[in-house]
């Protein structure tokens, strides 16, 4: 497979066919949950959705999704055949791929289930993909998007609620912090549901995959895939990337003891106890513990195999990758890049937009906007997170080190880098 993209093929891969018949159904769905509602929330339920709806729209249009010949409909099977093995009806849900790298799937009111290409990489066969599949459709099928946004508008228009931040807005001093306190509170409140409602998807999730053609051996260890991708994915050290290229890198570029601009680490989340998701080690017994007393033989792949699922993790990691590109994060756009040389070291179009990317860096350095295009907002507190380690390099180094590390790079891959006459 080539992955010199072509820009028409590029469009064509990001254009999603159906959107008219989509959005329609979205109106649809949003006006009949509505009129099941109290009168009190209908309004605000309506208009949230319909932002939710817009944006999703929005995203659609510009290149948010996959629609490739190769990922999109290779996932669409699995995602059907679990849908034919439940019978459920098709449709009532839609099934999109996001380009992002963020390891996750997600899902929506309306019964769109969205994968990200980010958790494609760390599976490791269609058993474990089905069975996060599943995990969505739960969260679907028990309506919990649709329960926890209920409960908080009514909570937000009943007059207790109301009373409570009346009274606190009367008074002369604190106002600032108690409203801060109340929030706090109804945050945690409503992490207790997240958490619940994790665990009765995973239930429902299990009981949907027992009706599918896999297998469930492999399917525990799914957790541990996800524990371990707290942080970007690391197949090359920042370190290593410059000794293979023969580029100096001077150590004090990393040590510096300045604010930092970029990759500053933040704040933690209030309290370990506000986590939405519930530990990954408690729900992989609870998994185990149900597949042991109810054993599901099967098979790890059914639509394709190994070596198709290897087309599909090389797809995803190339193109979203161009997705950070898309959406001018060339600081990500750069790591990935970095990473997918480490797997395949001779490829000319990752040797191109590699230089390409450092020469765009260093004209954004020059304009005084390197922030603009470098992820200001990432926060990391894990000392062996590599993207943190070049985030770090991108905010000490001066622009004449940009610019010699950009030289030097093109000097010994000249061969390989296709320069563009645009």
């Known amino acids: 497979m080539s992955f010199r993209l072509n820009t028409s093929a590029q469009n064509n891969n990001y254009a999603y066919k159906n959107?008219?018949?989509?959005?329609?159904f979205l109106q649809k769905t949003n006006e009949e949950n509505t009129a099941l509602l109290n009168k009190k929330i209908q309004k605000p339920y309506r208009e949230f959705i319909n932002e939710k709806n817009?944006?999703?729209?929005?995203?659609?249009?510009?290149?948010?999704?996959?629609?490739?010949?190769?990922?999109?409909?290779?996932?669409?099977?699995?995602?059907?055949?679990?849908?034919?093995?439940?019978?459920l009806d098709k449709n009532r849900f839609h099934f999109f791929v996001d380009r992002t790298s963020n390891v996750n799937a997600y899902s929506y009111e309306d019964g769109t289930v969205v994968c990200n290409l980010g958790l494609i990489g760390l599976m490791e066969n269609e058993s474990q993909l089905a069975m996060v599949?599943?995990?969505?459709?739960g969260h679907v099928l028990l309506k919990h998007v649709n329960t926890a946004l209920v409960r908080q508008l009514e909570k937000y228009n009943s007059p207790e609620f109301l009373a409570q931040v009346k009274h606190i807005e009367k008074q002369q001093y604190n106002t600032k912090k108690q409203l801060e306190n109340l929030l706090v509170s109804d945050v945690f409140d409503r992490r207790k549901h997240g958490r619940s409602q994790e665990n009765a998807a995973d239930s429902l999730g299990m009981l949907l995959f027992c009706n599918t053609s896999y297998g469930a051996k492999t399917v525990p260890g799914i957790f541990n895939l996800l524990d371990s991708a707290e942080i970007k994915a690391t197949t090359c050290t920042i370190h290593a990337f410059f000794e293979r290229e023969r580029i100096g890198l001077d150590e004090n570029w990393l040590k510096h003891e300045k604010k930092m601009s970029f990759g500053a680490a933040g704040k933690k989340e209030i309290t370990d106890s506000l986590k939405t998701h519930p530990d990954c080690a408690k729900r992989k017994i609870a998994m185990e513990f149900f597949f042991n007393h109810k054993p599901k033989p099967g098979n790890d792949f059914w639509v394709g195999n190994?070596?198709?699922?290897?087309?599909?993790?090389?797809?995803?990691l190339f193109d979203e990758a161009e997705c950070s590109k898309d959406m001018d994060n060339l600081g990500l756009y750069l790591y990935q890049l970095i990473q997918n040389n480490s797997i395949f070291s001779s490829n000319a179009y990752i040797k191109t937009a590699t230089y390409s990317t450092m020469l765009s860096l260093g004209k954004h350095y020059k304009a005084h906007n390197l922030h603009e295009v470098v992820n200001s907002q990432y926060v990391s507190n894990n000392d062996n997170d590599e993207y943190a380690v070049l985030l770090k390099l991108l905010d000490s180094i001066s622009l004449e080190n940009l610019n010699d590390i950009t030289n030097t790079y093109y000097q010994n891959n000249k061969l390989l880098i296709t320069i563009s006459k645009n």
């Open 19 to 24: 959107i008219d018949a989509y959005t329609g």
């Open 306 to 316: 190994k070596q198709k699922l290897a087309q599909v993790k090389k797809v995803a």
């Open 133 to 137: 599949f599943c995990h969505e459709l």
């Open 54 to 87: 817009t944006e999703l729209i929005k995203r659609l249009n510009e290149k948010g999704f996959l629609f490739d010949t190769v990922a999109y409909p290779y996932l669409t099977s699995i995602f059907n055949h679990i849908l034919e093995k439940n019978s």
